[in-house]
């Protein structure tokens, strides 16, 4: 069974940082797809960062320089550390599993609320 679990999540100060993680079972999180997506209110979801099998990672928009993905192949966990964060990052952060054995499994997410 397929399971990914997100954590860290919180409430952040304008500028501060975060490290959400992504606790993969069922899927060996080295040799497949791993990606977090955010969905904020009354947007559609979108992609934040996606680790390749290997050391490829990809970035959605302009987040590089501030957010880094991840994986601790030992702990089957993937991260997202995010720095300097800004009010325009708070949503809804997703793990996801892209692909595997012909399907998407995601997360139930973890909300991350950034103030000024």
């Known amino acids: 069974q397929v399971q990914l679990v997100e954590s860290g999540g919180g409430l952040v100060q304008d500028g501060g940082s975060l490290r959400l993680s992504c606790v993969v079972s069922?899927?060996?999180?080295?040799?497949?797809?791993i990606s977090w997506f955010r969905q904020a209110p009354g947007k559609q979801r979108e992609l934040v960062a996606a680790?390749?099998?290997?050391?490829?990672?990809k970035y959605g928009g302009s987040l590089e320089g501030r957010f880094a993905i991840s994986r601790d192949n030992r702990k089957n966990t993937v991260y997202l550390q995010m720095n300097s964060l800004k009010p325009e990052d708070t949503a809804v952060y997703y793990c996801?599993?892209?692909?595997?054995?012909?399907?998407?499994?995601w997360g139930q997410g973890t909300q991350v609320t950034v103030v000024t």
């Open positions: 069922g899927v060996t999180s080295s040799t497949n797809i």
């Open positions: 996801a599993a892209i692909y595997y054995r012909g399907r998407d499994y």
């Open positions: 680790a390749y099998p290997g050391s490829t990672t």
